[in-house]
C-alpha cells in the first residue's frame, strides 16, 4: 500500500488533469495529484527526458535502468525494463545495465556513459578521467542529457522509494505509452513501435513551412460525446503547420471551432487567423480565398481537409444524401482549388485529403467512398492545369486515425477499429499533418499529382498472417 494517496484522474481540473487522463493509468500519475504545482514540471521534464532528447532511445533506457538499480528502484527496473524492450535494447544488455555495466555486451560508449553514471549517483561528482571518457563519445548536448537524465531518475527513484509505490499488474501499459488505441493491441504488436514525437504533436519545430501562407478548410474539429477528444486532422494542421513557420487562415463551418484551432496555433507563438465558410454553398467559396489572401498577404498553400459521411448504405442512398456529401467532399474541393489556385503564387501547393475509404468499400458508404475516390483525379487534373504557374497539386489518403470523426465512425460501425491494426494502434491526427506537411512544403517540390496513403500499411494488409508456405 503506498505511503501517499491515489486521486481518481477524471476529477483532476485543468491542464494537469489533461495530461494525467491522456496516459495511461499509472499508479504514478495517480499520485501525483498530491504535488499539483509540482506535477506538471516534473511530467514536462520527464516528457522531454523521454521524447525530446538527442540521447538514442537505447542509451537513455540504459542510463534509465542503471540509475534504477544503483537507487534499488523496483518501480522503475519494472516500468524500463519493459521501456527498453520496445527501444530495442537486448534483453543480455537490460540485465547486464542492472548488474554489471562494464560487461562486454556494451560497447566502449556505452560503457563510457554507464561508468560516468555509476560515478554521478554514487559520488555526486564523476573523476576527471570518467568525464574525459563521456566526453570523447558524446556531444555537449548529449553530454547534458545524459547528467540531467541521471539526476532526474534520481528524482524519480526517490519518489517511488518513499512513496512505497507498488507495481502495477502484469497488464499495465508501459510509462512511455499516451493513450491512442481505442481497438487493444494485438499480443505480437509492441504498441510503442512508431509512437514517435511528431505521432504526438512533440515534434521540434524546424521551419519547414517558414514564411508560407495557408488555407486549410476545416481547420476546426467536430464536436462529439467526448470529454477529452483526440486532435483533428484539420486542428493538428493548424497548430503543426503554424509551428513551422506559416501564417495560417483556418476556415471552418463552426467559427467556434476553428477559432480553437487558432488560439491553440498563438499559444505557441504561431500566426493564425480564423474564418468562417460553409464551402457546401459555392458563393462561399469566393469569398472565403478572398478573405484568407487578404489576411495572410497572398497563398502558397491550400489544405482540403473537410470530409462528411451520410447513413446511406448501398440500397438506401437518395438523391439528396448523396449530392449533400459530393457537394462538401468533392465539388467543394474543386471550387476552393479553382479559387486559390487563381491567387497562388509560384511554388504553391494543393493538398486534398481523401481516405482509405477511396481504396476499400468497408465503410459501406458509398457516396463517401467515390468522393475520396474523385479527389484522385481531381489532384491530377489540378496538377495538370496548374504545374505551368508551378504549383503542384497531391492527396493524401489517411487510413484509421484516431480523431473526433474516426471516434463517431467507430461508434456507428465498431468492427472499424476492432480488428487488429498496424502498429497495433490508429493513426494519430498528428500524423496526418506531418503528411500533409511533407507535401505543402518546398521538400516536396518534385511531387505533383499524386497519392500518399498514410494508414500504416492496413490497405496492403501489414496486420493478416502470411500464408502457410
Ligand atoms: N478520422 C479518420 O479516421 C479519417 C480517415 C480518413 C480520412 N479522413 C478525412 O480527414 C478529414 C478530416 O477528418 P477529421 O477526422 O479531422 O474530421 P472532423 O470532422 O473533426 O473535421 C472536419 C472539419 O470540417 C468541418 N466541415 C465539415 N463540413 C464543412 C463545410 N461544409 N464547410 C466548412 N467546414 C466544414 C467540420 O466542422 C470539422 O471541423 C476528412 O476529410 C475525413 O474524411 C479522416
Redesign the pocket.
Known sequence: MARLPFFDLNNIPGSLGETLRARPPLNLYRMLPNAPEVAEGFLALGGAILRQSSLTPALRELVILRVGALCEAHYEIHQHRRVARGAGVPDAKIEAALTDPANAVFDERERAVLAFTDAVVRQVKAPQPLYEALAAHCTSQEQMEVIVTIGFYMLVSRLLENTELEVEGDGAAPIEIERQAVAPAPASVDPLRQLFAPAMGKAKPSGRLAGRRVLI??G???RTVDEQPPV???RAMTVLFAREGASIAC????LA?AEESVAKARSEGGTAVALQ????RPEEITRLVREAAQALGGLDGLVL????GNDSRFGTETAEAWDAVMD?NLR?HMLCAQEAAKVMDEGGSIVF?S???SISPLTGIPAYECSKAALAALCRSTAYATHARGLRANVIA????D????RD?SRNRPARSARPLPFGRQGT?WEVAHAAQFLLSSEASYVNGQVLIADGGLSISTVRQPAAA
Do not use: C, E, K, Y
Request: glycine residues 22%; aromatic residues 0%; proline residues 5%.
Open positions: 478548410v476545416g476546426g474539429q467536430r483533428g486532422n484539420g476556415a471552418d463551418m463552426d471551432s465558410a460553409d464551402v457546401s481537409n473537410v470530409g462528411i462538401v467543394a485529403v481516405s482509405t475509404a489517411p487510413g484509421l486515425i480523431t473526433p470523426l474516426g465512425a491526427g
